[in-house]
């Protein structure tokens, strides 16, 4: 079911999709009545989301290509020294789900301080192997957060607790406030996981019946990644979770999970240095802040890794916190608040996408889907890059 909406020599950054079905795109608003919107200024605000889904879609010919992020996004791109107009994505703006099953098992997708659009590059796989991956955009955390009616909100710093910001103060508050971000977003899971089953259930939505939601996971990555892991571990909705190289600041991180849980890392090459020196590179603003962060962040990772129903952790050498995303993809400038990292980055960006896609599939495909992979239990000499087992 394959089509050729990637021909050689257009303006689409990731890699195109891998798998047997096209890809289409699009968005959605809800609002969880239930919620206040803890960032907003006024009170009676409830909490409000944007979410991308990516599907399997039929194939038909002439269909249009989605922009890799729609104009009044671009500045979240922007924000990272990145120019990203005119650039097309892997998917459909059009078309429905493909006929092929009568329904498909849903992933939702949750980023950290980004758009999902920046996470488009494993969205769009996941669709093209037959998952309905639901993205969700965490308002108050990126740059801008736009919404079909006009209305345009700005990041709040407490909404990624500071993660982007010069590190200051006792570590014990900071490290509180990481946590607290995490549940809010595991919130956020757990809402959209209700909506999704209001439109299976219903009747004028043309997703209606297509969710299989009996094999319902998550993927994050960063603080995405420990919402996703939380969420796992608080609603028995959720059959298997992945994160992507987030240190696990929540419950979830001491306490652990019962379900099956796949944890993809960067080596983290920053802990194998000296708290002094941490402290003298700026690193840290103290000794007792970058132990702490290295204990919970080690320790975190090996909790989920015992404690998960199994529990799988790789990491992939020469990869750094942003290899997960698609930004070394992506036209970066010189003097970009990336450009160390992307420096830092030793992996190819499509070996990388290539890695953490086969990890990806072979745990939902044993986990969603009962079909077993060799990969999860030895990655072989097919993967030289990929070490198992968390870090110590």
């Given at each position: 079911m394959?089509?050729?909406?990637?021909?050689?020599?257009?303006?689409?950054?990731?890699?195109?999709?891998?798998?047997?079905?096209?890809?289409?795109?699009?968005?959605?608003?809800?609002?969880?009545?239930?919620?206040?919107?803890?960032?907003?200024?006024?009170?009676?605000?409830?909490?409000?989301?944007?979410?991308?889904?990516?599907?399997?879609?039929?194939?038909?010919?002439?269909?249009?290509?989605?922009?890799?992020?729609?104009?009044?996004?671009i500045s979240v791109a922007e924000l990272l020294g990145m120019n990203v107009a005119g650039l097309l994505s892997n998917a459909g703006a059009s078309g429905g789900i493909v006929d092929d099953q009568t329904s498909y098992p849903v992933v939702i997708m949750s980023p950290s301080g980004f758009p999902p659009l920046l996470l488009s590059g494993t969205a769009e796989e996941l669709a093209?192997?037959?998952?309905?991956?639901?993205?969700?955009?965490?308002?108050?955390?990126?740059?801008?957060?736009?919404?079909?009616?006009?209305?345009?909100?700005?990041?709040?710093?407490?909404?990624?607790?500071?993660?982007?910001?010069?590190?200051?103060?006792?570590?014990?508050?900071?490290?509180?406030?990481?946590?607290?971000?995490?549940?809010?977003?595991?919130?956020?899971?757990?809402?959209?996981?209700?909506?999704?089953?209001?439109?299976?259930?219903?009747?004028?939505?043309?997703?209606?019946?297509?969710?299989?939601?009996?094999?319902l996971g998550a993927i994050g990555h960063s603080f995405g990644g420990v919402a996703a892991l939380q969420w796992c571990r608080d609603d028995p909705r959720c059959r298997a979770a992945v994160n992507l190289d987030g240190a696990v600041w929540s419950e979830v991180g001491t306490a652990g999970l019962d379900r099956p849980a796949l944890q993809v890392l960067a080596p983290h090459r920053e802990f194998a240095v000296t708290a002094e020196d941490a402290v003298k590179a700026?690193?840290?603003?103290?000794?007792?802040?970058?132990?702490?962060?290295?204990?919970?962040?080690?320790?975190?990772?090996?909790?989920?890794?015992?404690?998960?129903?199994?529990?799988?952790?790789?990491?992939?050498?020469?990869?750094?916190?942003?290899?997960?995303m698609d930004v070394p993809f992506l036209p970066v400038r010189d003097d970009a608040p990336v450009t160390a990292m992307l420096s830092a980055t030793e992996i190819d960006p499509e070996r990388m996408w290539r890695i953490v896609g086969d990890l990806v599939l072979a745990f939902f495909a044993r986990h969603l889907g009962g079909v077993e992979s060799d990969l999860l239990d030895q990655p072989g000499p097919s993967y030289p890059e990929v070490t198992p087992g968390p870090p110590h």
């Open positions: 394959s089509s050729d909406l990637n021909p050689a020599g257009t303006t689409t950054p990731v890699p195109r999709p891998s798998g047997p079905f096209s890809v289409a795109r699009t968005c959605r608003e809800w609002i969880d009545p239930d919620r206040a919107e803890i960032y907003s200024a006024d009170p009676g605000d409830r909490r409000e989301l944007v979410a991308w889904i990516w599907y399997p879609a039929g194939s038909a010919p002439g269909v249009e290509r989605a922009p890799y992020l729609p104009v009044a996004w093209s192997h037959g998952y309905v991956v639901v993205g969700l955009n965490h308002t108050y955390e990126t740059t801008v957060t736009i919404f079909a009616d006009g209305r345009v909100l700005s990041r709040n710093p407490e909404a990624i607790a500071g993660a982007l910001g010069p590190q200051a103060g006792p570590h014990e508050e900071a490290f509180i406030k990481r946590a607290a971000v995490c549940d809010y977003k595991a919130a956020d899971l757990r809402f959209v996981a209700d909506r999704l089953e209001r439109i299976n259930t219903g009747s004028d939505d043309w997703l209606a019946s297509r969710l299989d939601l009996n094999r700026g690193m840290a603003p103290d000794i007792a802040w970058f132990e702490a962060e290295k204990d919970i962040t080690f320790g975190g990772w090996r909790t989920v890794d015992r404690t998960a129903r199994p529990g799988y952790t790789f990491q992939i050498q020469g990869s750094t916190h942003l290899s997960f």
